[in-house]
């Protein structure tokens, strides 16, 4: 993870105007860590989340200044990163093999033996390929609240939902992803 935290300054943008240029610069510095952690959880990926990084910023230079102004930055930057996480997972779905040993060391530690461990890793391999297989909202609303802990409120306060929205959606998804990592299973047998 330590790329991620290494990308700490704002964009350049020739020829952008001062004015605009501030603001994306403000909205990255208070932002860029919520994207890279989204991103992150989605692709499993440093690299990845910091292209998904730079997407999701280059997407918001390139807005039409007659576009609506966004109402709450924070949900549109975490939707932006969620559905740019996903297009890059789902493009490189042929090439499926994301190496997680480079982050073993961020992710819960195990006393269990190796066929465990390489059993915990197949696993959380087929739940980031299901997930990739949800609607981008229901990615979003499960990446919030299994990967990055959010209670349902704090996730419909974020998204500006109802709780029992975010509930309803939690459920579907869970179904969802025990369908999906069923038939991966068969697949890959």
């Known amino acids: 993870m330590e790329s991620l935290q290494a990308v700490t300054d704002p964009p350049v943008i020739p020829g952008m105007p001062a004015p605009e240029h501030a603001e994306v610069a ?11 952690r989204a991103a992150y959880r989605i692709t499993g990926s440093a690299t990845d989340a910091e292209d998904v990084l730079q997407t999701v910023f280059l997407r918001l230079v390139r807005r039409s200044s007659d576009a609506p102004a966004m109402e709450n930055v924070e949900a549109y930057l975490r939707r932006s990163a969620v559905n740019a996480a996903l297009d890059l997972v789902r493009g490189r779905r042929e090439t499926r093999n994301v190496a997680l040993e480079p982050y073993e060391a961020q992710l819960p530690a195990t006393a269990a033996a190796p066929d465990r461990q ?8 087929l739940v980031r390929r299901a997930i990739t297989r949800l609607a981008p909202r229901a990615a979003e609303i499960f990446t919030l609240h299994y990967f990055e802990g959010h209670a349902n409120p704090e996730i419909a306060r974020m998204l ?12 579907r998804a869970r179904t969802r992803l025990q369908e999906e990592i069923r038939s991966l299973m068969g697949e890959a047998q």
């Open 160 to 171: 500006d939902l109802s709780t029992a929205s975010v509930a309803v959606t939690l459920h």
């Open 118 to 125: 390489h059993e915990q890793r197949e696993m959380r391999e």
């Open 26 to 36: 403000r909205i990255f510095q208070a932002h860029h860590a919520l994207v890279l």
